[in-house]
């Protein structure tokens, strides 16, 4: 099974109430754009927000419970850390890659077709035969 890319916390340091930053360090990734990330408010809504060139989290004065990175190009959440609500937060993430590009065949419905295990995927058949007994 791949194992899937995700985001590691590293620091939260305080900022001014109100503020959230984000810094990540890519490790082996090349990436220098914009971290996009979901966020949630304290009543639970979510929306998707994005840093600054700066790493600064554009919250338009509103403040966040939870930030979700978004792994770029993929745009999956990998990661989930909770804000607490009487400060503000620059967050040190670290990336990791994992087996980012592999492709995750959990919960892939499987069909069997005599001998044969079949399994679709998006406009194929994938094939599985025995080739032992």
């Known amino acids: 099974m791949a194992k899937p890319p995700a985001f590691e916390l590293v620091a939260d340091d305080p900022a ?3 503020e959230l930053w984000l810094a990540v360090d890519w490790q082996d990734l090349d990436w220098t ?4 990330a979901i966020a949630t408010n304290p009543s639970g809504a979510q929306g998707l927000v994005t840093t600054n060139e700066a790493g600064r989290v554009e919250s338009g004065g509103h403040a966040f419970a939870a930030i979700d990175p978004m792994v770029p190009v993929f745009g999956m959440p990998a990661g989930h850390f909770p804000l607490s609500q009487g400060r503000g937060h620059r967050l040190c993430l670290k990336f990791q890659a994992n087996d980012l590009g592999r492709a995750a065949f959990r919960s892939e419905p499987l069909e069997i077709r005599g001998k044969v295990l079949i399994m679709k995927r998006y406009d194929t058949e994938i094939r599985f035969v025995r080739i032992r007994p």
């Open 33 to 36: 754009g914009r971290v996009d």
């Open 16 to 18: 001014p109430k109100g």
